[in-house]
């Protein structure tokens, strides 16, 4: 990671889609199970942001970045902005393809979104920084802005609850 960001601290441009396959699986997939149907959409203004800020810093400031966490931080601010933004508005009605069939989940899937949309939004940001995207605790304390300790009791306590909620469905 601190050879990717001496590379961006060189040339941004010539090292971001680096960056961008670096992070983009587990930031959509962390962002799906933190926002549904929006990761997509997230996934990409995070990355377009992340552009924008890594052309105006200096080389210095780039190469002290610790990646993950300052892309996640971006991309959490999104994901509140859009939960926020979704929370003004009605449910949209989900559109049929232009062939009237819809897309099927895979039902695990939907299962686990299910069971995670339960938690609270601090344990479930914390279990999905740490576990699916794999975040260091020290990371998910930078992105979320929260104490490290806490960052821990979150997601101790959302896998614990996690645990009753698959319990109780059997």
Known sequence: ????????????????????????????????????????????????RAYRALRTYDPERIRSLRLDGWVWTIALNLGRNHARDRARRPIPVPLDDRHGVTDPEPADVAAWD??????????????VLRHVAGLSYPEIAAATGRPEGTVKADVHRGLARLRRIIEEET
Do not use: K, N, W
């Open 1 to 48: 990671m601190d050879e990717l960001c001496r590379r961006l601290a060189r040339d941004v441009d010539a090292a971001f889609p680096d960056l961008v396959s670096h992070l983009e699986g587990r930031l959509y997939t962390g962002l799906r199970r933190l926002h549904g149907d929006a990761a997509e959409d997230l996934t990409q203004e995070t990355f377009i």
């Open 114 to 127: 299910r069971r995670l949309r339960r938690l609270p939004a601090p344990q479930r940001t914390a279990v």
